[in-house]
T-cell receptor
Framework: GESVGLHLPTLSVQEGDNSIINCAYSNSASDYFIWYKQESGKGPQFIIDIRSNMDKRQGQRVTVLLNKTVKHLSLQIAATQPGDSAVYFCAESGSGGYNKLIFGAGTRLAVHP | DAGVTQSPTHLIKTRGQQVTLRCSPISGHKSVSWYQQVLGQGPQFIFQYYEKEERGRGNFPDRFSARQFPNYSSELNVNALLLGDSALYLC???????????FGDGTRLSIL
């Protein structure tokens, strides 16, 4: 399929290392923040979300951290695998809720064996 | 279970034409949202529908319109196509609009 994110910033990591992808958001009123993974030729796939009243949330191999003071969001992936290679987008709800998301520009994660 | 399905997968049109894109949500999902993703960028919100009512509209011109049918499927229409409308059009669904949505794989629209 067509490549997503041809000119996006790229994070290159070795297989087995931990990855940290960062995102700055814009709207202090956002209630929800979501990370999506998009592989080439596919739609975005939900990874994990966090509400604005939380600082940290963990899932399977992933952790999302929210710093409301500096409007910063990060996604940590433990023991990165080749299948994690994709473009990662953060999204915020703004004032519109879960289904009217404002997406960031995206970061390409390249995992090398 | 089938995920969000969109048709067609690819479409080529010329400037000035009109196009209709279709979306079937996950079974039981009543909320559908549409996004436009230009190559190299994140998706941009166009519309949200819930129970056949428009619940939100992004910053897109009136050439863009949508509707939702009683079976919760949805269509996105774009009139008077411009070269800048070339993009991946994504449909996403959720149960009520108050939880994370699931995306389809999109329709790739190319304008010549």
């Amino acid at each position: 399929g067509e490549s997503v994110g041809l000119h996006l910033p790229t994070l290159s990591v070795q297989e087995g290392d931990n990855s940290i992808i960062n995102c700055a958001y814009s709207n202090s009123a956002s209630d929800y923040f979501i990370w999506y993974k998009q592989e080439s030729g596919k739609g975005p796939q939900f990874i994990i979300d966090i509400r604005s009243n939380m600082d940290k949330r963990q899932g399977q191999r992933v952790t999302v951290l929210l710093n409301k003071t500096v409007k910063h969001l990060s996604l940590q992936i433990a023991a990165t695998q080749p299948g994690d290679s994709a473009v990662y987008f953060c999204a915020e709800s703004g004032s519109g809720g879960y289904n009217k998301l404002i997406f960031g520009a995206g970061t390409r994660l390249a995992v090398h064996p | 279970d089938a995920g969000v399905t969109q048709s067609p997968t690819h479409l080529i049109k010329t400037r000035g034409q009109q196009v209709t894109l279709r979306c079937s949500p996950i079974s039981g999902h009543k909320s559908v949202s549409w996004y436009q993703q230009v190559l190299g960028q994140g998706p941009q919100f166009i519309f949200q529908y819930y129970e056949k009512e428009e619940r939100g509209r992004g910053n897109f011109p009136d050439r863009f319109s949508a509707r939702q049918f009683p079976n919760y499927s949805s269509e996105l229409n774009v009139n008077a196509l411009l070269l800048g409308d070339s993009a991946l059009y994504l449909c996403a669904s959720s149960l009520t609009g108050e939880e994370p949505q699931h995306f389809g794989d999109g329709t790739r629209l190319s304008i010549l």
